[in-house]
């Protein structure tokens, strides 16, 4: 059994889970924690969801550029992988199947949410990812496992990206549909680190409909 690195903190907005029927897991980025992550709920068609944000402890989820071996950002990068895991099994313990459950994440967070989902790949509700990308140096195959089964999927990035090579979100984009996601990208040229509303309209559009 793996020593947890992170503690299990999960901050909660929106309806209250024994109430909602849909799920939204929101994950923050590197240097940001749940309340943040949770702030940007207002920009998106989720206020019948129960929104769950786990925090990262030291507000990282892993210590080194998601591009890195990933050897270099264990035991972080397992202990988020479990705890994602954990809350997931909860949910479902409690009722809510996986096709109503949703994800989103930014940055480090949009990363860690693709490597999630492609490694337990089912029909889940749909994810919206703003800028990220599978990881590791390299991907391996071996990691992912599963069959997406039509869920969307929308991934929004800057090229070019100061943290997230666009080749590696072309390479993520491939391998998901392989694995039959619906995957919607919007790549938008010359764009900052950031948000764009363009992005929150198609996620709205394509994920949240």
Known sequence: MRRPMHKKNIQTAGKPLKEAEKILIMIHGRGADARDI????????????ALLAPEA?????????????????EPWLSSALDLLKDLVNNIIQQGITADNIYFLGFSQG????????T?????????AAFTGGLIGDKINMENYSGDFNGTPIFIGTGNPDPHVPIERVHESV???KEMNAKVYLQVHEGRPHTISPDEVEEANRVIFN
């Open 57 to 73: 402890t030291n507000n990282t989820w892993y210590p080194h550029s998601f591009m890195a071996n990933p050897e270099q950002n």
């Open 174 to 176: 491939h391998i998901l």
């Open 38 to 49: 949770l702030g940007l709920a207002s920009h998106f068609k989720v206020a019948e969801y």
């Open 119 to 127: 490694r337990h790949a089912q029909k889940f509700g749909g994810v």
């Open 110 to 117: 949009a990363c860690l949410t693709l490597e999630f989902v």
